[in-house]
């Protein structure tokens, strides 16, 4: 083989070695696109998780239990939704369930929900009066006193 003809054969490797190359690439970009998505999947789950622990706080406050559905499949009408529950008669304040145990409300319906605060209170205290229950709900600070 002269010299010529070891570049040509050279050359026709190296071109070959590059096309196979750029065939590996979309997949690497693939996989580095998927983990990147799961990365900002486990960052939005975090940041729902401390929201609904701010929220389960704020039922609180108020004479609310805030719960979420059990269901698992995430392909249920329920998943992942809420319902808020008085602490004192376990009954049913808001997010009613549609069909079956869970609730039906989202953690931004539950947060609008709670935001009300004085509409929220005079419904838990409307509520526990009704059931004739001694339970008192939690008088947030931002309320005035009517004394």
Do not use: C, W
Not at 32 to 47: G, K, P, S
Not at 63 to 86: C, E, I, N, Q, W
């Amino acid at each position: 083989m002269n010299s010529s003809s070891k570049k040509v054969a050279a050359a026709s490797r190296e071109m070959a070695r590059q096309q196979r190359e750029n065939m590996r690439e979309p997949e690497r970009q693939r996989q580095a696109d998927e983990a990147a998505q799961a990365v900002e999947q486990n960052l939005r789950d975090a940041a729902d998780k401390v929201r609904e622990n701010r929220l389960r706080r704020m039922a609180e406050r108020q004479g609310l239990r805030l719960v979420k559905s059990r269901r698992r499949d995430p392909h249920a009408f329920d998943h992942g939704r809420y319902m808020l529950h008085t602490i004192g008669t376990n009954d049913v304040v808001f997010g009613a369930p549609i069909t079956g145990p869970n609730g039906s409300a989202t953690l931004d319906e539950v947060e609008e929900f709670l935001s009300n605060s004085r509409d929220v209170f005079e419904r838990v205290a409307t509520d526990l009066a009704i059931a004739g229950s001694d339970a008192i709900p939690v008088r947030r600070n931002d309320e005035p006193d009517n004394d």
